[in-house]
């Protein structure tokens, strides 16, 4: 049974003042920042050089396109038998599910660059450095936030799943911990919590993106 909104603002406004939301809301942006910078460093590379060797991308495509379509929480059981019960298997688990958005988006960006880009800037006198840095990085970002934005979204929502599993802190705990103890306007709370930080997460990367990607005219 869903509570009045005053008992879940009384209930969100108590927790971040005394601090047990706080400190939460602390851990899990944390995990979750963690593993979405790692997949940032391994995706965007990666897709930037495998996007431009053809043959490379086509032969893994389907390995990739496997890896993307296994659930992470039903490794995540693999994970912590690797990686123990910790929180290297949390951010881990998050990483494996964040990474995969980015690198297919950012090879998906490489093989959309326009040929015409490419021959207008060969016949201007570039080399294969200049192609990258000035034809195709650039050209690829759109698609790179693409990748970025749903990747943000991911790595939420793996992070409460990994939380409500041997963790002690963190929104998931928090809202796991609320229902066995029947406080549900402090596991609302948590929710609306955590919601806010995804759409303050979404809201950073759409104008990052409209920064960066003035020229584009399809960017929203």
């Known amino acids: ?62 390995i990739l396109q496997l890896f993307r379509q296994t659930s992470a929480l039903a490794l995540y059981p693999i994970f912590i038998l690797l990686l123990g019960l910790g929180e290297t298997s949390k951010v881990f688990v998050i990483f494996w599910a964040a990474l995969f958005p980015i690198l297919l988006s950012t090879i998906s960006g490489v093989k959309e660059v326009d040929a015409k880009l490419l021959e207008m800037a060969k016949t201007f006198g570039a080399g294969r450095l200049t192609l ?18 749903l990747s943000a979204t991911t790595a939420l929502l793996l992070l409460i799943a990994a939380e409500m599993i041997g963790a002690n802190q963190g929104i998931g705990f928090r809202v796991m911990n609320a229902q066995y103890n029947f406080q549900i306007p402090m596991m609302f709370a948590a929710i609306f919590l955590l919601a806010f930080a995804g759409l303050l997460a979404n ?14 005219t399809r960017n929203q």
């Open 132 to 149: 990258f840095y000035r034809v195709i990085v650039p050209a690829s970002v759109p698609s790179i936030f693409v990748g970025l934005r």
């Open 203 to 216: 809201a950073i990367l759409v104008f990052l993106q409209r920064r960066l990607c003035r020229w584009n």
């Open 1 to 62: 049974m869903i509570p009045p909104l005053d008992k879940i603002i009384v209930a969100l406004w108590n927790g971040i003042t005394q601090g047990a939301l706080l400190g939460d809301i602390t851990i899990s942006l944390q995990r979750a920042g963690l593993a979405f910078f790692a997949a940032i460093v391994v995706g965007i590379p990666l897709g930037l050089f495998m996007g431009q060797i053809r043959p490379l991308e086509q032969a893994l495509d389907p």
